[in-house]
């Protein structure tokens, strides 16, 4: 079993890496690796791809939200198809050597590029399974070379038979994260581990690994209200400024590896609307306020999560506090949005999906 993701954003790599650290900590039967497709494109393309990513969303978000839409319309094309698998030759070359029986792909590139070698070799048996990233549906994931594909939600698997894929190719597993957040942990424990106090209401404030967003503002507009824990990711300016403001009932840390342990002292978390942040924040049964969320992909994501009524989208400083505010009160509407995120949420993707490998090998 190949795993192929592409770094453009954190979450298609931490979906992959999450399934491939499963499988070969529980199904050594199941032979898997995990390879990011961009290393097997050229400079000049990995750089566009990746590097131009980042610098849109942060720099030219406008720009990146047009390229979005368009990116609708030129869904399946087949010329960038063919794009996508003359610049990934070393990629096909790797696929044609080792002969894999599964290829399971977290990013849609790799879709595309596999999509054009099934075509010029009607005779391999390669399955492609499609493990879609995110709880809204782009067309681009979409291609007949897939096999199978995996959805986060039911809406996606809806979306995904609307436009005439048959019902039968698809498994609403949920997004693969981290086994170690499926870990039932002792939040007390945790809460003595890491100083937090369990008697207050306690907010997570985390918006991926640069903290990106008006940290500063949404702390000071909440602070002494209510406890904070606020991940600050890569952004030392913004972690100094925040540690040396000793705010009262905040504590801040810089870029972490214990996420599942805040998650689980935590009674809400304000975050971007990431695949990959919801997903996890699903499991831990946290009620989300989105907040500073890329254009296109999460504010569709933002939209999916509150229409199911497991999350609330809020832009403006005075709306977040209002809505975190509101949770922290009003106990009614907090078990409400807990009981919503028990509907969407999938706790045995790991198992799911690794059983439905095995199906297949």
């Keep these: 079993v190949l795993i192929v993701y592409a770094t453009a954003g954190a979450g298609h790599k931490k979906a992959a890496q999450a399934l491939e650290s499963y499988l ?47 990116s609708y319309l030129l869904s399946n094309n087949p010329i960038f198809a063919c794009i996508d ?6 990629f096909i070359r790797l696929l044609k050597r080792e002969k894999y029986d599964i290829v399971i792909s977290t990013h849609f590139l790799v879709n595309s590029a596999i999509s054009v070698y099934k075509n010029k070799n009607p005779e391999i048996n390669l399955r492609l399974i499609s493990i ?21 939600c039911g809406y996606v698997k809806d979306e995904l038979i609307k436009r005439g894929v048959d019902e039968a190719k698809i498994k609403d597993f949920g997004i693969p994260a981290h086994p170690k957040f499926y870990a039932s942990l002792d939040r007390g424990a945790i809460a003595l581990k890491l100083g937090v106090d369990q008697s207050r209401f306690t907010a997570l404030i985390m918006t991926g690994a640069f903290g990106i967003g008006p940290i500063e503002k949404i702390v000071e507009s909440l602070a002494g209200k209510m406890q904070l824990l606020v991940v600050c990711g890569r952004n030392r300016g913004l972690y100094s400024r925040l540690s040396s403001a000793n705010l009262k009932g905040v504590k801040v840390y810089p870029l972490v590896e214990n ?20 997903t996890e924040s699903l499991i831990k049964g946290l009620p989300m306020i989105f907040f500073s969320n890329i254009p296109g992909l999460e504010t569709a994501n933002a939209r999916v999560i509150s229409g199911c009524g497991a999350g ?15 949770l922290e009160s009003d106990r009614s509407l907090y078990e409400k949005t807990r009981l919503n995120i028990n509907k969407i949420k999938h706790i045995d993707t790991l198992d799911r999906l690794s059983e439905f490998l095995l199906a297949l090998s």
């Design 85 to 90: 698998y003359i610049t990934s030759q070393p």
């Design 24 to 70: 070969q900590n529980t199904r050594p039967e199941l032979s898997s690796k995990a390879i990011d497709i961009l290393d097997y494109t050229p400079k000049f393309f990995r750089a566009l791809y990746s590097e131009g990513y980042t610098f849109l969303i942060s720099r030219l978000p406008w720009l990146w939200f047009i390229l979005y839409r368009v």
């Design 259 to 278: 996420v599942e342990e805040l998650m689980s002292v935590s009674d809400a978390i304000l975050t971007k609307a990431g695949g990959l942040s919801i």
């Design 132 to 152: 879609i990233t995110d709880y809204n549906l782009h067309p681009i994931w979409i291609s007949e070379a897939v096999s199978a594909y995996i959805t986060s």
């Design 312 to 326: 609330f989208i809020a832009d403006a400083i005075s709306d977040i506090k209002r809505a975190i505010l509101s």
